[in-house]
T-cell receptor, first 111, second 112 residues
């Protein structure tokens, strides 16, 4: 069973609108949680990294939140742009050299 | 540009053929990784190299071998390709403290 579950699998939003992606994890112990953006045909690119003591972290129009008690994280995209069309992957660090990856949420932004 | 370079970008193999995927990074990172990405699944670790001269198995190492040629280069070899190895392969690197992985653009491999 995957230790990192993301929802929804995919979503379509209109340009300029906001959206929120969810991530639930069961990894324990937990040291940090990351969100990556993966454009089609490209490798993942880091958006945010949060430790268990951080509740929120922003990177431009992307804001990630973390609730370590409920083991939930979210990624909020504000004022979406066409370039935000991509897969967004939630990743939890398991140990020094192992990350547990979610399957990703595919976001499509339409004009 | 600094980063992780993978070659080739695309490859089609026949069952039983062998090939080596190449990966090089120019960021002076100590650690390097090979992942595979399959539809509907998260990336899975095949092998990693914590530092030059060391390699270790990840979650799905069967059917693969690796070589950490030097600090810059980390190759992945398929000795006898199988259709189950059809996937997109990503190489990544990180500094000693494994924050902020940098990924290559991937190799799309099809085994027929």
């Amino acid at each position: 069973k995957n230790q990192v579950e993301q929802s929804p699998q995919s979503l379509i939003i209109l340009e300029g609108k906001n959206c929120t992606l969810q991530c639930n994890y069961t990894v324990s112990p937990f040291s940090n949680l990351r969100w990556y953006k993966q454009d089609t045909g490209r490798g993942p690119v880091s958006l945010t990294i949060m430790t268990f003591s951080e509740n929120t972290k922003s990177n431009g129009r992307y804001t990630a939140t973390l609730d370590a008690d409920t083991k939930q994280s979210s990624l909020h995209i504000t004022a979406s742009q066409l370039s935000d069309s991509a897969s967004y992957i939630c990743v939890v660090r398991v140990n020094d050299y192992k990350l547990s990856f979610g399957a990703g949420t595919t976001v499509t932004v339409r004009a | 540009n600094a980063g992780v370079t993978q070659t080739p970008k695309f490859q089609v193999l026949k069952t039983g053929q062998s090939m080596t995927l190449q990966c090089a990074q120019d960021m002076n990172h100590n650690s390097m990784y090979w992942y595979r990405q399959d539809p509907g699944m998260g990336l899975r670790l095949i092998y990693y190299s914590a530092s030059e001269g060391t390699t270790d198995k990840g979650e799905v190492p069967n059917g693969y071998n690796v070589s950490r040629l030097n600090k810059r280069e980390f190759s992945l070899r398929l000795e006898s390709a199988a259709p189950s190895q059809t996937s997109v392969y990503f190489c990544a690197s990180s500094a000693s403290v494994p924050y902020g992985y940098t990924f290559g653009s991937g190799t799309r491999l099809t085994v027929v």
